[in-house]
């Protein structure tokens, strides 16, 4: 059973930095694809970043030059650190896992087959 926690969310000011990990346990930590995503209350959920077993990267546009997605195998962690937090970043973040199976994944949430339960950001001044 595939299971992944989150944390390190909070609360920061405008300009703000943050560093969310997602603990994977229950696979082997093979071949997969992990990435963030985030979700406001009532609003789709988007993607933000993923990272491949190859450090293969993918950003949304708006994470790209702020974000970085990043993995320590040994901790079996993904990591997203977060710089220059804008209060439209406040949202829901949530990891994603999906196995690798010969099929190429992006940040379509419906790609991703185990969820965390989330860890909440809130950027206010």
């Known amino acids: 059973q595939v299971r992944l926690v989150e944390s390190g969310g909070g609360s920061v000011q405008p300009g703000g930095s943050l560093r969310l990990s997602c603990v994977v346990s229950?696979?082997?930590?093979?071949?997969?694809?992990v990435a963030w995503f985030r979700q406001i209350r009532g609003e789709e959920r988007e993607g933000v970043a993923r990272i491949d077993s190859a450090n293969g990267l993918k950003y949304a546009d708006f994470a790209r030059g702020r974000f970085t997605i990043s993995q320590d195998n040994a901790e079996k962690t993904v990591y997203l650190q977060m710089n220059r937090l804008q209060v439209d970043d406040a949202a829901m973040y949530y990891c994603?896992?999906?196995?690798?199976?010969?099929?190429?994944?992006?940040?379509?949430?419906?790609?991703?087959?185990?969820w965390g339960q989330g860890t909440q950001v809130t950027v206010a001044s």
């Open positions: 994603a896992l999906r196995e690798r199976d010969g099929y190429y994944v992006g940040l379509d949430p419906s790609d991703f087959n185990y």
């Open positions: 229950g696979n082997s930590f093979g071949e997969y694809y």
